[in-house]
């Protein structure tokens, strides 16, 4: 994808399946739903990992920690790639990537083809080329100017 497509948020194709959609390149709105999407991924994780047998007050220490841990969670951070880089991430970011174009495809139904190896691989060399070979470059230098006028 060239930089004018980039610009004009151009589509970019993905076949799953038999079924093809046009992926979009995420957006500042994307990428901080993507952030929430982790983040409260992060929080119900930790929330399932409490058995029913632990006191109020492990409960309670628990997801303040946890609840800290998340708000360093994002699109960008280490431990958010490793999110995006399993079957829900990967299917999170399509379905990010495809709902303003695909607005009845939902979320499962997107999950349930990434399972498909060939499907797995073809979303990430779509993403890839939507985003800048992966680099969200529009969005992450925008963050990163922030961030290093912070510093």
């Given amino acids: 994808m060239n930089e004018s497509q980039t ?3 151009a589509r970019y194709p993905v076949k799953i399946g038999n079924v093809e959609l046009l992926m979009s390149p995420m957006s500042d709105k994307d990428i901080s739903e993507i952030d929430n999407w982790l983040r409260a991924t992060y929080l119900a994780n930790a929330r399932a990992s409490l058995n029913g047998e632990t006191n ?5 220490e628990t997801i303040a920690v946890a609840s800290k841990e998340a ?7 280490e431990h958010g790639k490793r999110m995006l880089g399993t079957v829900d991430g990967m299917a ?8 303003r174009n ?9 999950r ?3 399972f498909d190896p060939s ?4 979303v990430n060399e779509a993403f890839n080329k939507a985003n800048n ?3 969200g470059k529009n969005h992450k230098s925008k963050r990163q100017t922030k961030k290093k006028a912070k510093r």
């Fill in 7 to 9: 610009a004009t948020a």
């Fill in 119 to 122: 499907n797995l691989n073809a």
């Fill in 92 to 99: 999170r970011l399509l379905w990010q990537s495809v709902h």
């Fill in 102 to 110: 695909h607005p009845t495809v939902t979320y499962e139904e997107l």
């Fill in 71 to 77: 708000m360093t969670i994002s699109l960008f951070s």
């Fill in 112 to 114: 349930a083809q990434l």
């Fill in 56 to 60: 109020q007050a492990l409960r309670n």
């Fill in 133 to 135: 070979s992966g680099e």
